[in-house]
Structures are given as structure tokens and as C-alpha cells.
């Protein structure tokens, strides 16, 4: 069985600049969030999707955006990008979403 | 946002003695509570969830809630070194929220 695929594994971009990432969930799971995690702040929420709709955003900017697509694959993007967003980005899939998550393996993004 | 606080550590025990690690939350009306774990450089996994008061046993893992304390606990029996890694507390609120993690070192 499958897991929770993010791409890309590594981006390195410049500040101001904007980045994608994506998230296939496990077959058969609607549900998909979005953590950042940082050595200091630990697991800081995003955002949670569930059947293409956004059930909840956690206290990021407005530069940080997403959506869910009708295959429950989905995207984040952060747009003008800063030092502070050098980060590991999580993505998250469930069946019900109550929180037994399966966590992808991550995006490393650094800003230079 | 509402918060869920864990003791960073690290908390050390020897090979086949008890850990028990403990989390608060700070939202009353979370229904859902989870231990995750995650090993350096590894992406966090699923290893206990607790949706009533009491105890929850699997394995050597016992997961404990007291939602009037707003208060939980596991508690790793038996501990081995593979079980050192940062274990994460996560409370399903509106949204799945973690704590900052602690890290256990499992000496032999």
C-alpha cells in the first residue's frame, strides 16, 4: 500500500520568490493537513482539507495558501517568500480525520 | 490557538525500566488525543490514541487520559533503546494540534 507521497523531497528558492508543494494521500483517504515544523516551534498547523474543502487554517500569513483537489491530492503555496520559511513541511493524510494521521516524508525548504 | 504543552527533556531511563512521559492541553472541548513518534530525521507516526478517560493499553505502550485534569500520559513499559526518539502529544480539538514533543534517551 502506498504512502502519503510529498514533492519535492529538497527546494532551495530565494526570498521574495513563491513555491508549491504536493501531497497524494493514501488511496481512499479525504482527508489532508499541512504542518510546519522548525527546531524551535516543533509542529505548527496549516491547514486541514477534507473532501476538497478547507476545514481549518492555523495562524500562518496570508502568503501561505492551499487547496485540495477532487482526487484529494493537494497543494501549498507560499508566496514572497522569507528567511523565516526555511522550515520542513509535513503533509498529512487520514481516512476520517479525527487524527490517526499518516505523515508523508516531508519537503525541506530552505530560503536564502 | 489553543495549546498543548509537553516537557521538552530529555528524559533519560535505562534499558527495561519504566518511561512516562505526560502532556496538558488547554482546550476543554477536545475529544481525541494521540502519541506520535518520531525518530531523528523521520516523519512523525501514530502509535497510541485515547478518546475516554481511563487507561489504553497496547503492547508495552499504556496511554492514560484525565480530561477533567485535561491531562495525559503514556507510559512505556520494558523500555528498549530503540524506543529512544521524540514523542509527540497531539489533541484533536477543531483542528489536530502537537506539542512540542520529548525526547527520550533509552540507555543499555
Known amino acids: 500500500k502506498a504512502g502519503v507521497t510529498q514533492t519535492p523531497r529538497y527546494l532551495i528558492k530565494t526570498r521574495g520568490q513563491q513555491v508549491t508543494l504536493s501531497c497524494s494521500p493514501i488511496?481512499?483517504?479525504?482527508?489532508v493537513s499541512w504542518y510546519q515544523q522548525t527546531p524551535g516551534q516543533g509542529l505548527q498547523f496549516l491547514f486541514e482539507?477534507?473532501?476538497?474543502?478547507?476545514?481549518n487554517k492555523g495562524n500562518f500569513p496570508g502568503r501561505f495558501s492551499g487547496r485540495q483537489f477532487s482526487n484529494s491530492r493537494s497543494e501549498m503555496n507560499v508566496s514572497t517568500l522569507e528567511l523565516g520559511d526555511s522550515a520542513l513541511y509535513l503533509c498529512a493524510s487520514s481516512y476520517t480525520g479525527t487524527g490517526e494521521y499518516t505523515f508523508g516524508s516531508g519537503t525541506r525548504l530552505t530560503v536564502v | 490557538q489553543k495549546e498543548v504543552e509537553q516537557n521538552s527533556g530529555p528524559l533519560s531511563v535505562p534499558e527495561g525500566a519504566i518511561a512516562s512521559l505526560n502532556c496538558t492541553y488547554s482546550?476543554?472541548?477536545?475529544?481525541?488525543f494521540f502519541w506520535y513518534r518520531q525518530y531523528s530525521g523521520k516523519s512523525p507516526e501514530l502509535i497510541m490514541s485515547?478518546?475516554?478517560?481511563g487507561d489504553k493499553e497496547d503492547g508495552r505502550f499504556t496511554a492514560q487520559l484525565n480530561k477533567a485534569s485535561q491531562y495525559v500520559s503514556l507510559l512505556i513499559r520494558d523500555s528498549q533503546p530503540s524506543d529512544s526518539a521524540t514523542y509527540l502529544c497531539?489533541?484533536?480539538?477543531?483542528?489536530?494540534?502537537f506539542g512540542k514533543g520529548t525526547t527520550l534517551s533509552v540507555s543499555s
Open positions: 497531539a489533541v484533536r480539538g477543531t483542528a489536530l494540534i
Open positions: 482539507y477534507f473532501s476538497e474543502t478547507q476545514r
Open positions: 488511496s481512499g483517504h479525504r482527508s
Open positions: 482546550d476543554r472541548v477536545s475529544q481525541s
Open positions: 485515547i478518546y475516554s478517560n
